[in-house]
């Protein structure tokens, strides 16, 4: 009897202790704290945004067809002009002299014909009454041919003379804004050497560069968004007029030229601009690389229950990067697996299991 009553308490602190690790076995897991982000299906990407300018498809560079020294500047970078407005003019005192010289060598000619036509009649009748011999008569035309000649030749020269004169003006060819001044009032320009930049602004165009590496699918026709950085609401459209055959040896870019069509006032000549192609893909999903769970030879991620309070685990198919994608690491492109709207754990993936419990904490990406 004495026996069985020492062993009464050890078989009781048993029990208990027994007791204690079962309560301890059926302890419910503890709720783990995870961030998370959205799912987001994306069908359509964006080609850029590359940035540009807004410039005239028709611009020219105006000079003197006379060599002088400017004396007069009428119009300023910025200002509108109609065709035929003057521009600019040169000193045209030496080309009044060439007027008035070549006037007067035009006088002396036509007395000079006026004598010869004169002898030459005198001439022809001698020669008809026997009084003078063929050779004088001859002699007599050649000098009227010759004053004749001296005659046109005057004329021409005055002609040469008064357009000069007038190339001392310069006039705007077409309707057009200045848009650069080369020379100013008093520096002495040559013949042809530009002096005033005139763009046409009725044809705007949006020229940008775009890498080498991205022209595959740009071609002739193509139509970008055309947005004002100043303004980004503003926008129009612009359609591909002509590519660079040649990429720029320096930055490997092609340059592009667009048409804009029916564009704003806003799209003033000089304005900086974007321009942007939105394309149609194959549906896909962009999660953060530590969303990824790879283990068991599966790629997978968590997804968070509809009541946000357990995670299951889900296959997934992952995109091989393309070449707008390398060297980025931070991110992964899904084809498949998840739906616009699900909640995806995005850290802590490997300290997860099946039907854990969780707590949302919103994620940044």
Same mark, same amino acid.
């Given at each position: 009897?004495?026996?069985?009553?020492?062993?009464?308490?050890?078989?009781?602190?048993?029990?208990?202790?027994?007791?204690?690790?079962?309560?301890?076995?059926?302890?419910?897991?503890?709720?783990?704290? !995870?961030?998370?982000?959205?799912?987001? %299906?994306?069908? =359509? @990407?964006?080609?850029?945004?590359? $940035? &540009?300018? +807004? *410039?005239? #498809?028709?611009?020219?560079?105006?000079?003197?067809?006379?060599?002088?020294?400017?004396?007069?500047?009428?119009?300023?970078?910025?200002?509108?002009?109609?065709?035929?407005?003057?521009?600019?003019?040169?000193?045209?005192?030496?080309?009044?002299?060439? !007027?008035?010289?070549?006037?007067?060598? %035009?006088?002396? =000619? @036509?007395?000079?014909?006026?004598? $010869? &036509?004169? +002898? *030459?009649? #005198?001439?022809?009748?001698?020669?008809?009454?026997?009084?003078?011999?063929?050779?004088?008569?001859?002699?007599?035309?050649?000098?009227?041919?010759?004053?004749?000649?001296?005659?046109?030749?005057?004329?021409?020269?005055?002609?040469?003379?008064?357009?000069?004169?007038?190339?001392?003006?310069?006039?705007?060819?077409?309707?057009?804004?200045?848009?650069?001044?080369?020379?100013?009032?008093?520096?002495?320009?040559?013949?042809?050497?530009?002096?005033?930049?005139?763009?046409?602004?009725?044809?705007?165009?949006?020229?940008?560069?775009?890498?080498?590496?991205?022209?595959?699918?740009?071609?002739?026709?193509?139509?970008?968004?055309?947005?004002?950085?100043?303004?980004?609401?503003?926008?129009?459209?612009?359609?591909?007029?002509?590519?660079?055959?040649?990429?720029?040896?320096?930055?490997?870019?092609?340059?592009?030229?667009?048409?804009?069509?029916?564009?704003?006032?806003?799209?003033?000549?000089?304005?900086?601009?974007?321009?942007?192609?939105?394309?149609?893909?194959?549906?896909?999903?962009?999660?953060?690389?530590?969303?990824?769970?790879?283990?068991?030879?599966?790629?997978?991620?968590?997804?968070?229950?509809?009541?946000?309070?357990?995670?299951?685990?889900?296959?997934?198919?992952?995109?091989?990067?393309?070449?707008?994608?390398?060297?980025?690491?931070?991110?992964?492109?899904?084809?498949?697996?998840?739906?616009?709207?699900?909640?995806?754990?995005?850290?802590?993936?490997?300290?997860?299991?099946?039907?854990?419990?969780?707590?949302?904490?919103?994620?940044?990406?």
């Amino acid at each position: 009897m004495r026996l069985a009553t020492t062993r009464m308490p050890a078989l009781f602190g048993l029990l208990v202790l027994a007791g204690c690790q079962a309560k301890e076995a059926e302890a419910p897991p503890p709720v783990r704290p !995870v961030l998370t982000t959205a799912v987001e %299906v994306r069908t =359509a @990407e964006i080609f850029g945004p590359f $940035a &540009g300018t +807004v *410039e005239p #498809r028709y611009q020219t560079q105006g000079g003197f067809r006379v060599p002088g020294r400017m004396v007069a500047r009428d119009v300023y970078v910025g200002d509108l002009v109609p065709k035929g407005a003057r521009l600019a003019a040169l000193d045209p005192t030496v080309l009044q002299f060439a !007027v008035t010289r070549a006037r007067a060598d %035009v006088t002396d =000619a @036509e007395a000079q014909l006026a004598n $010869a &036509g004169a +002898v *030459e009649a #005198r001439q022809r009748t001698l020669f008809e009454g026997g009084n003078v011999t063929q050779a004088a008569l001859d002699a007599a035309v050649a000098s009227r041919d010759t004053a004749a000649a001296r005659l046109a030749q005057g004329k021409a020269a005055l002609q040469k003379a008064t357009d000069e004169l007038g190339y001392a003006t310069l006039k705007a060819d077409v309707d057009g804004v200045v848009t650069a001044w080369n020379a100013e009032i008093g520096q002495v320009v040559s013949a042809g050497q530009a002096v005033v930049t005139l763009a046409r602004p009725d044809i705007r165009e949006a020229v940008v560069d775009i890498p080498d590496g991205l022209m595959a699918g740009i071609k002739a026709g193509t139509e970008f968004t055309v947005t004002l950085q100043a303004a980004p609401t503003i926008t129009a459209k612009g359609r591909v007029r002509e590519i660079g055959p040649l990429a720029d040896p320096a930055t490997r870019t092609r340059r592009v030229r667009m048409t804009l069509v029916d564009p704003p006032e806003a799209f003033r000549l000089g304005t900086t601009i974007t321009v942007a192609l939105e394309r149609a893909t194959p549906p896909r999903i962009t999660l953060p690389a530590t969303a990824l769970l790879q283990a068991e030879n599966r790629t997978s991620v968590w997804v968070v229950a509809p009541d946000g309070k357990t995670v299951s685990r889900r296959d997934v198919t992952i995109l091989p990067r393309d070449g707008t994608a390398a060297g980025d690491e931070s991110a992964v492109t899904l084809s498949g697996g998840l739906k616009a709207g699900e909640t995806v754990v995005v850290a802590g993936v490997h300290s997860l299991a099946e039907g854990q419990a969780v707590r949302l904490v919103a994620s940044g990406f």
